[in-house]
């Protein structure tokens, strides 16, 4: 892998071990867990295609849980009505999404920072009605089922889809995981890729300072409507993922709070570092599937007060999300044990989270003045 | 990607700290032997697990002296007021429990245990959620799950595992299917058969009807609809206007019930769910004073006390005991309710609030399939609630004649009267009790 | 079973044989759009207070109004009389505002300068609002009556609730006193000097912290004027404002996002237009949100300012 080279001993190491684990989890989980990771490696995806926008690019969608549900929609309308193959399905969406994403892309670059998340946000809102008023072509609020002929109590009938693993020994779930891990991974090395390359320097440059990009020769304007567009497709690919997951999709499930949620995952885990919203996503999942339920039933529904409230503590306490904080961490113990004369030797993404944290030290005062 | 390792392992660690909280059980919970359900499998029964499961356990989740049965209901969001029938079936469990359990066909006496999931009204995470009740707390049935696209979305792996689901929280035509999914079990009349009774009155009283129609944007409002214009086809009556209503719109339903009082209308059905269903009733115009229907969902007292006294005169077709109703009080149905209700844990709201009650039902649903059957099997159960004659259960109305038979009469609840609200809060009977026993899946076309 | 599914979005016959004659119910659903105008507007005064005393656009304050409205109901559910419990739901609603942004706003520094960090912090405040109103107060809507009543005047034929009637007249007493306070009080005078120039302001003694406490203590305030409108509508529970919140911020980008007349003007038409558009409009039939959602667009792309917002919100 590319984004291995130059990577330290230690640093190979635990990479190898995280992928030990991704590979092992599936054996050592119940089926139903295993979905759920499916589901969490959907919104790392989706969250990740998020960062590229927000993170990096500085511009501010609360509305890409909308372009998710695009992208899970495209799959389900081209499986049902138009009886595409499951896989190829994928593609279709994160180009669907691109294009949505390219035409969103044009009002924003008029609209930017808070107008822009207020723009985004009504569109998360708009986007389960828009479903329901096309219900001709989206099934309305009984949503659309990806189905198969299966034969079942003496005949064939349409049921919903199955993965018949071809590998013996790999249950249904598990060869599904595979596929999605796969998918996955090939969206954050895209992601890297983006991030690493000159583009995303440039992506970083026009969220710092726009007139400055303009002025070294970045185009600005093109820069940042084809953010839109990769950010959008890379959410659609998440969206796809979720369509082929649950082999259903329904407006219920792409509601604000959907959009919240991707949000969360960036902000949580780190913007603008690129493993950050995937772990944010998992947190997330953890937090919902693991967690909540265990709770005392009093508790259960205060699990959006414990995430509001959380959300709030971290972007006062740790803006940088949980990858910056670490890095931070370990830094600091580096630079004491070396007496703080050693310069950390990776320091690419190093600078983009200090970026953040500069940013965002805590000012108690807009004027700068006390009273 | 120089930081981004020490995220990824992170990561890892977190992944492994849950796949080890919930190892997979190598050896097939579902694999193990299938002799026991020897009632199930009997000549002729509805359901007969050796042709049509693959590995079928038909006592897991019976373990010694306790049952474990599983729902799924939305505890936190916008539909989380449908937790209210939950807890209803909550109480059912717990009154239950502690007047000793349920003594079954087989001559014990069984605990039960329910585990309760929330699933937020997303049928996206339905499916995973029944899996985890079936897998990991490996229940017995699963009973009043809420909504009708939560309950499609589990039905084909329901049925795939055999695993019953009884009592859905939703009155969906779809549930008429029973020849297909036959691990279902509606809890709920149809709403088509509802409808069919409006038209049934209708005939008696207004044969030329007028009919303003306002419905929800839905499976739920469609059978309304649907069921209203094929019943009317070939009388006198018409519908005049009609309008939908989307729950998800952020509007209200005023804008629609306004413009239908303009269409000259004598008949006015809301076919609706939840508080938009009172709000429509505080939203028609003085001037307009239509016959008006309610849907079944909402003639409770918690809904009905949202629509400011302008529910007096409104008409239901009614098919259990209301305990907020002072007429009904003196039912023994009501009073056992009112009892273990309240020992099981509902407050006085809930308690004549009409939503629990609803749930506390589907418990007793549930109560006696396992009291009838003769063994504590799976299929035995459904085989049960498929041919049950004369039945009677929860807060059911005595006159219903809760009569089942496979997958060609698969509804248990088929039956309504026609009542009128009062100003005291009771319903007043316009039209007797007619049962429509085997008729539902025709009705509803 | 649900019917098999056309392809064709237009030829949806039910959408277009239903439908009663279009032309002789105008006035009334008219009537509709400015009783709901009048709710968004106070929603949007509340955004426009805030948005004036410290640049910022406060996702969470639907949320806020929802809340306040519960202490409303609360008291009025205890046996006081409205006014009383809506007074008392005012301050509940002022005094959260201003702890609201002690605690979690005013650490964040110039809300333009960081927005993802605004962003976040508001729908932090969203959740947590709306989890904390789901735990105190349950699942259960509330009825909460009509501050005016239930019966209705007959005008020209048209039947008009007089809470309708009640809700315009809160409103332009609620602008009157807005604006008597900006221009006439030395409170006002200090807010509007802390908004347009906090440095100096501060020099001259403001002190600019408790202005802009004040702001948002007076925002929330002001939206439970919203919720109290809303709640009798939509039935008080904890998803009272989530919709709400988008028509409230559809009127102020129209109106311009510091002007209290643009507010107000705003809300009327936001509200007017998606009462009447889905009426007659087959497209929009289900997405009364729809034409709010197309004039935020239309008027941040192509007026920012709004219809009576100052230049200068237009810089950002």
Redesign the interface.
Known sequence: MK??RG?GPV??V??A??????I??P???????V???I?WMTIAVAAGGLNLL?GYN?Q?S?GHGALYGTGAYTVAILVT?AEWPLLPTVIAAAVVCFMVGVIIGL?AL??????L???T???A??F???I??????T?????L?LTSEQL??GSI?D??VKWESPIDGLASDQWKYFIFLGISIVCFVVI?AIV?SRVGRSLVAIRDNETAAEVSGINVSRTKIITFGVSAGIAGIGGAM?ALN????????F???LS?YL??AV?L???S????P??GA??YG?FI??I??ELP?TL?????????????AQ??MA?SG??GW??DL?EKVSRRRQGGGKQ???????VT?HEVVA??D????????H? | MSTNWKGLAALGCALVLIGSACGRDDGDDSSSDSDNGDSSSEEGAFINPSEDCDAYDGTAGVDGDTIKIGTIRPADGPYAIYDQVTSGLDAWVESTNANGGVTAGDGNTYQIELIKENDGYDPGRTPELAKKLVEQEGVFAIVGVIGTESNKAIRDYLNDECVPNIALATGSTEWGRADEYPWYIAGLPSYATEASMWVDYLEETNPDAQIALLYQDDDFGEAYRATLQKEIEGTDMEILAEQSYNPLSGGSTEAATVSLSQSGADTFIVGLGGTPCPATLTFMPDTWTPETFISVTCGGNTALSLAGGKDVGVLLAQAVYEPGDPADQDQPAVQEFMTNGAAGGLDEGQLTGGISSVGWSFGALFGAGLEESDTVDRAAIMNTLFSLEDASFGLIRDEMDITTDGGEDPWPLEGFRIVSRTADGSWEEVMPFNNKNGESNEIAG | MRPSRKRIWGSDAKSLSGRGPPVNNFLEILVVGIGNGATYAMLGLGLVVIYRSTGLLNFASGELAMFSTFIVWTFWNLGFPMWLAILGGMLGGFLIGVLVHKVAVSPLGDPHERPLAVVIVTIGLFLGLNGAAQLIWGTVDKRLDPWFGVSQITVGGVAIAWQKIGAVVVLFVMVLLLWALFKFTKVGLSMRAVASNSESSALCGVSVQNMLMLGWGMAAGIGTLAGVFSAPNLGLGTNLMQLTLVFGFAAIVLGGFDSILGAVVGGFVVGILSSVVPQYITVFEKMPLAPAFILILAVLLFRPQGLFGSKDVARV
Do not use: C
């Not at chain 1, 099934?139 to 949503?143: C, E, M, Q, V």
């Not at chain 1, 950390?344 to 190093?350: L, S």
């Open positions: 984004s291995l990577v640093q190979s635990l990479w071990i995280a992928l030990v684990v991704l092992v989890l054996f050592t989980s119940a089926p139903f867990r979905e759920q990771y589901t927000t500085g501010i609360v009505d009002p008029r609209i930017k920072g808070l107008y998340a207020l723009v946000l009504a569109v809102t708009l389960p009605l828009v329901e008023q096309f219900s001709d072509l099934g309305g609020s009984g949503g089922t079942y109590r009938r049921r919903r890297a690493k979720f649950k082999g259903q999709v329904n407006p219920t499930s509601t604000l709070t919240i949000l969360v902000v885990g780190g913007a570092t690129v493993i950050g995937a772990i998992v947190i953890v599937d693991v909540a339920p039933e259960e529904s205060a699990t959006p007060l414990i995430l509001g409230t959380l959300l709030v972007m006062l803006p949980i990858v670490f890095h370990t950390d030797k990776n320091v690419d993404v190093t989270t940013e965002t805590l000012e108690t005062d807009p004027g700068g003045f009273p």
